[in-house]
């Protein structure tokens, strides 16, 4: 990775907005392939991946179970993915004869729909409640599709666009990035996995056993980032099954990988071919490395996946501004 992409951290003392801006309720701009270009120049990929970029960095070498600072708004995000993994529980599946795509999903996301911006209003202090609707919509596009019952790694981006969002406003700030991804983004991966498993979702744009996995991206990044430099833990061991149920609490990477091994049967070699290829990669820095290319290549310059990416005030579409 070029040291140029290596954009500095969200500070929030310069970034927090008056309470003046004009917040704006974001929408879909790349309609069409060639729109793809204002994307990549746009202010919005040059912030998302910095922000992504900016806590690989922060987590790099770090167990899960690594002491962290949990701030206030850290507990209160805590508390609204506990409010969707309850409401998982009050909408249980219902009878149909497809055995994918359950139709109570359709019922839990207008919960969701409904509810979103109280929910985020629990979260932003209310001299910034101007923001509250702009920023609800990105957790909307979180979870997943209503229509198709589908959810993949365009839905995972956009929470954290969500959560990139909450660092612009100031909500979120410097020190919290491990707890960003160790605790906020692994309590999403939760509650995601769950929707995906009780309601059966199908993956939005599966690659098949040529994607690197059905549903998540991120947090094979963040998770190879955590064992850079690990001292006996190299990447052919996560095929091992032993040393995945050893360590998966400690590492997303492995937690990634235990929850792929629950859901599909048969070699792993078979049904995650690129993952496979990953564990033949001598050091986790080239993994990551090569994972960011990925994710770049894979998902953020791939029409199907931002087509559906909406921007607004905070990721704005025009051109990036230097200083």
């Known amino acids: 990775m070029a040291e140029g992409e290596r954009q500095p951290p969200p500070d929030s003392s310069e970034e927090t907005p008056s309470a003046t801006q004009d917040f704006i309720i974001p929408k879909k701009e790349i309609h069409t392939v060639p729109d793809m270009g204002k994307w990549k120049h746009s202010q919005a990929y040059a912030d998302y991946i910095g922000f992504i970029l900016t806590l690989n960095e922060g987590v790099k070498g770090k167990k899960l179970t690594f002491e962290y600072k949990v701030s ?171 040393v995945v149920n050893e360590n998966h609490k400690d590492y997303m990477f492995l937690e990634c990988i235990l929850f792929i091994t629950e859901m599909k049967t048969g070699p792993f070699a078979e049904h995650s071919n690129q993952l496979w290829n990953i564990s033949a990669v001598p050091s986790w820095s080239k993994v990551n490395q090569g994972l960011i290319r990925m994710y770049k290549a894979e998902c953020l310059e791939k029409f199907p996946v931002i087509q559906h990416f909406k921007f607004g005030s905070l990721l704005p579409i025009h051109p990036v501004t230097s200083g």
């Open 72 to 242: 206030e708004a850290i507990e209160k995000l805590m508390a609204l993915l506990n409010t969707l993994d309850r409401w998982i529980d009050e909408t249980p599946p219902v009878d149909q004869p497809s055995r994918f795509g359950n139709k109570a999903y359709r019922t839990w996301y207008a919960k969701l729909d409904q509810e979103a911006e109280n929910l985020v209003a629990t979260v932003v202090p209310t001299h910034l409640a101007a923001a509250v609707p702009e920023v609800a919509v990105y957790l909307k596009e979180s979870v997943g599709n209503s229509t198709r019952i589908d959810y993949g790694t365009g839905h995972e981006a956009a929470f954290a666009a969500f959560l990139c969002c909450l660092c612009k406003i100031g909500v979120l700030r410097v020190d919290d990035q491990v707890a960003i991804v160790f605790k906020v983004f692994n309590r999403y991966l939760e509650v995601m996995r769950k929707l995906q498993k009780t309601y059966r979702m199908e993956p939005a744009g599966s690659q098949g056993v040529w994607g690197l996995d059905d549903f998540q991206f991120l947090p094979f990044i963040w998770g190879s980032s955590q064992l850079i430099d690990h001292p006996y833990l190299e990447p052919r061991h996560f095929v091992d099954e032993k």
